[in-house]
């Protein structure tokens, strides 16, 4: 029973390039949520997805920065014309059914940005 | 101020010692949870807990609302509980967790 997957676990770019994270749930878990963990700061929520929808991206700077998660394959954290600032650890968690249910995380994806 | 504040920082402890990690918020919450950060960075759900207390094996974890507080305790500690642990509070979203930035545990042998 595998847990939550994310890869790559690490990725480096440069200044201006993009970055993808993926995050496969665990089997059966149909909400995702994606967190990040700036140095020396602690974790951050940034947005909640279920299949196909955004629930919640509060968290989520206004620019450059989209998440999806659709009807088939891993949620994706998409970062454009990534900045310094932007390195940091990045999880992800999933739970089986929303709200009250423990959130189960990833390894994460460490981003440095050269 | 962080809403969610954890005491100590760092703590540094002998094998076998009794330790306790302390947790402060700021806010009302629905549930608070307590999660273990190993270096290279997973982090594992030890805890979530709305009143009282709850065991698992070692480790205790305590909350008093209306205090705004919460224990986790380890009992006969081992180099291997060496960790960042983190507190995490949810205000009543349900999902959006507000994160305490962790407090370092070395246990030496």
């Known amino acids: 029973n595998a847990g939550v997957m994310q890869n790559p676990r690490h990725l480096v770019r440069r200044r201006g390039q993009e970055a993808r994270l993926r995050c496969s749930p665990m089997k059966g878990h149909s909400h995702v949520y994606w967190y990040r963990q700036l140095p020396e700061e602690g974790l951050k929520f940034m947005v909640y997805l279920q299949k196909e929808n955004i629930i919640d991206e509060s968290g989520m700077p206004k620019e450059r920065f989209s998440a999806e998660f659709p009807k088939e394959g891993p949620s994706i954290l998409r970062i454009q014309q990534v900045v310094r600032g932007d390195s940091a650890a990045y999880f992800c968690?999933?739970?089986?059914?929303?709200?009250?249910?423990?959130?189960?995380f990833g390894p994460g994806t460490r981003l440095t940005v050269l | 101020k962080n809403e969610v504040e954890q005491s100590p920082q760092n703590l540094t402890a002998q094998e076998g010692e009794f330790i306790t990690i302390n947790c402060s918020y700021s806010v009302g919450i629905s549930a608070l949870h307590w999660l273990q950060q190993h270096p290279g960075g997973g982090i594992v759900s030890l805890f979530m807990l709305s009143s009282g207390k709850k065991k698992h094996g070692r480790l205790i974890a305590t909350i008093n609302i209306q205090e705004k507080h919460s224990s986790l305790h380890i009992t006969a500690s081992h180099p291997r509980d060496s960790a960042v642990y983190i507190c995490a509070v949810d205000s009543g979203s349900n999902y959006k967790l507000t994160f305490g930035k962790g407090t370092l545990l070395t246990v030496n042998p």
């Open positions: 968690a999933s739970s089986p059914q929303g709200s009250t249910d423990t959130q189960y």
